[in-house]
């Protein structure tokens, strides 16, 4: 989701001669052929870097609490593609490069322009896939989102929750505004989402919803103000309710983390990074293995809670 406040600086088209445009179009067509099918590091530098190793051990834990599923065969090549897709990144792009395909990728703008079962949904559509991903492993009890704007990717949480039977499940959508008229006749938002018009960082709220997913699976998405205090406060409301296993996804962490939007910020990569370097750091490991798809919002903010 993208607020009128968070001030996102965008590329423009103006800005590129023609010759390098198809130059870079090129470029970044390629590359995503070549990388969408396997996972890679992050494309971040200097927050938390992970060696190789802690990477690709992520999926040895993978395997063994999922070890009962019949995605089994599939982690086990996702963890023999990984590393060859890692060396062939790598061997064709530097970190600068990297980065530069993620500005291209975030200035075209695709995120403003998709709409969910006729509900706009200002969401990366590879992030959106690995959510799904993530929901169809954690099937949690509760998704609780922080920033609704349209209703889109409130929608999307719960077109999965109903395509995999969990009829019990709610997701709880909050924003400070109200903007869900088109969505709230949709059978899927009326049965399967709780909108919460007040700011997600108010006090009584949170403690209501921590009381009510007391002792149930939860997952955490945080889309709303991406002032760098604002989503330090949410993190430390909201971290300590998702469950072991589950995670905490800091959305558009690229803003500051690549960053795609320099003249904004501090954002919520720097919320990331105090999080972890304070008390965050006890209860969540960035999963960068949740970067499958190479091109996405959220750098470094796949936030997984550790076991207990």
């Known amino acids: 989701m993208r ?34 099918s ?13 060696s190789r190793a802690a990477v690709l051990g992520t999926f040895g834990n993978q395997l063994e609490e999922f070890s009962s599923l019949e995605d089994r065969e599939t982690l086990e090549y996702a963890e023999r593609r990984t590393e060859e897709i890692i060396t062939a990144r790598n061997q064709s792009l530097g970190v600068a490069e990297q980065k530069q395909l993620l500005t291209l990728w975030h200035g075209l703008g695709i995120w403003d322009n998709m709409w969910f079962l006729g509900i706009r949904i200002k969401k990366n559509p590879m992030d959106l896939w690995m959510m799904n991903n993530i929901i ?35 997701v709880i959508t909050i924003d400070i505004d109200d903007r869900t008229a088109a969505v709230s006749d949709k059978s899927l938002w009326n049965d399967y989402v709780e909108f919460m018009h007040s700011s ?3 006090s009584e709220l949170v403690a209501a919803i921590g009381e009510r997913v007391r002792g149930s699976t939860v997952l955490v998405a945080l889309d709303s103000n991406h002032q760098a205090y604002h989503v330090l406060q949410e993190l430390q409301m909201y971290g300590p309710m998702v469950t072991p296993g589950s995670y905490l996804v800091v959305e558009d962490t690229n803003m500051d983390g690549v960053p795609v939007a320099p003249g904004f910020g501090p954002g919520p990569m720097t919320a990331v ?10 209860l969540f490991d960035q999963d960068l293995t949740r970067e499958a798809y190479v091109l996405t919002f959220n750098p470094g903010g796949w936030l997984r809670r550790k076991a207990q």
């Open 38 to 50: 396997a996972l890679s590091a992050t494309f971040y530098a200097g927050a938390h870097p992970r």
């Open 136 to 170: 169809a492993e954690v099937r949690p009890d509760f998704i609780i989102e922080t920033g609704t704007d349209h209703g889109g990717s409130a929608l999307y949480w719960a077109a999965s929750l109903d395509l995999l039977g969990l009829k019990d499940s709610r």
């Open 3 to 36: 607020r009128m406040h968070r001030n996102r600086e965008v590329l423009s088209t103006e800005s590129y001669q023609m010759n390098a445009w198809t130059r870079n179009m090129l470029v970044a067509g390629g590359l995503t052929l070549l990388l969408l």
């Open 273 to 282: 990074i105090q999080y972890l370097e304070g008390d965050g750091g006890e």
């Open 200 to 202: 997600s960082t108010d």
